[in-house]
């Protein structure tokens, strides 16, 4: 079992920033890759972006390239998302999701692909 927990949400103007960490612990493994969702009220649940274990790839929603850098610290077991240029229509509830891979660079972007989930931090961007 993977445990996560994420923080750093709050309420910002828009085109601020903010940063999202997502804390992983329990039975983590060499392998094990890391995305981030969210999720506005009376939406589906939406792809952000995904990082391999290496770190070395990443990828992103296309509402937030340029916007949004996913890394980690695999030190720390900890992921972060660094939000920049936020707008309004970023407002959610941003989620972390972990899953295992036998691969170290591979990644995944589907919400049905992940296994574990954090409870979620709310972003609020003002206009």
């Known amino acids: 079992q993977v445990q996560l927990v994420d923080s750093g949400g709050g309420l910002v103007q828009a085109g601020g920033s903010l940063r999202l960490s ?3 612990s329990g039975r983590t493994f060499s392998s094990i890759a890391m995305g981030w969702f ?4 009376g ?3 939406e ?3 995904a990082i391999s274990w290496s770190g070395r ?3 992103y929603g296309d509402s937030v390239k340029g916007r949004f850098t996913i890394s980690r610290a695999n030190a720390k077991n900890t992921v972060y998302l660094q939000m920049n ?3 309004p229509e970023d407002t959610a509830v941003y989620y972390c999701a972990a899953v295992l891979l036998a691969s170290q660079s591979g990644y995944k972007y589907g919400a049905h692909e992940y296994d574990y989930w954090g409870q979620g931090t709310q972003v609020t961007v003002s206009s």
Do not use: G, I
């Not at 969210?38 to 009220?41: E, K, L, V």
């Open 22 to 24: 997502c804390a992983a």
């Open 38 to 41: 969210r999720q506005a009220p």
């Open 43 to 45: 939406k589906e649940r």
């Open 47 to 49: 792809f952000v972006a």
């Open 57 to 59: 790839n990443t990828y």
């Open 85 to 87: 240029s936020l707008k």
